[in-house]
């Protein structure tokens, strides 16, 4: 099995997965649902990486931090439950299941999945976005919409869209539903390393908010801000994001 199709297959497993957890759970409260799903996703992809590539490192949001991931050729950065406020919350889609493969500095597969939706993103191939509208519609969270965010709205005379995880917004820039996706304020390699392989897949632009490279399996795998958009509109973003 290729890493492409291994990353789809895990990802989307580990979805249906999630969803079992959420049928089962339908009675309990939200942070049981929370602690249930984070738990048996992070342990069935890191059983089942050990068995289907166990010469290779990983780094999970659930896990222990491993050093050996730092001099290891190849690295599976995963996150089993991207958006977990809204998995928790019955009902709600826009939550996701991260796996990418990180190799030799390069993200080389990723798949994004969003079991409630019944879709999986995966590299290698991945369909460019349908045309964009006149107004760019920039995705943010619901809660929590970054500054620098609603500044690239106002310059771009664009139209906000509010959304759970950072899987699902990624994937509504490459699947067409929204333009724009910027993030300030604080994330980790897990949360964008498997949405950015899968954009740059569909031909999107990808980068940190000054404009410069996503760099991956660093020491400290903080990676606090991010930028997927439609390459035509990448120019006019940093201008506002880069400043």
């Not at 509010?162 to 067409?176: L, Y």
Request: aromatic share 4%; proline share 7%; glycine share 8%.
């Amino acid at each position: 099995m290729t890493d492409h199709a291994l990353a789809a297959r895990l990802a989307t497993a580990a979805g249906k997965l999630l969803l079992d957890v959420r049928a089962e759970l339908a009675d309990a409260t939200e942070a049981e649902r929370k602690a249930a799903g984070d738990k048996r996703s992070h342990d069935f992809l890191v059983e089942a990486l050990a068995t289907e590539r166990p010469n290779d490192a990983v780094l999970s949001e659930e896990g222990s931090d491993n050093p050996i991931r730092l001099s290891a050729e190849r690295v599976w950065i995963v996150d089993p439950l991207d958006g977990t406020r809204e998995f928790s919350e019955l009902g709600r889609d826009d939550w996701a299941v991260h796996v990418a493969l990180w190799q030799s500095g390069e993200l080389v597969a990723g798949a994004v999945a969003l079991p409630a939706q019944g879709i999986t993103l995966a590299t290698p191939t991945v369909s460019a976005p349908p045309a964009a509208p006149a107004k760019p519609r920039i995705v943010v969270s619901r809660s929590r919409p970054p500054a620098v965010a609603l500044d690239v709205c106002a310059a771009l005379d664009g139209v906000l869209v509010e959304m759970g995880s950072a899987g699902a917004k990624a994937a509504s820039v490459v699947q067409g539903g929204s333009d724009v996706y910027v993030h300030a304020g604080g994330q980790y390699e897990w949360d964008s390393a498997a949405p950015v392989a899968v954009a740059r897949a569909a031909g999107l632009h990808t980068s940190r908010i000054d404009g410069s490279p996503l760099i991956y399996n660093q020491r400290d795998p903080l990676l606090p801000d991010l930028v997927i958009c439609r390459p035509e509109l990448a120019e006019a973003v940093l201008a506002v994001t880069a400043g």
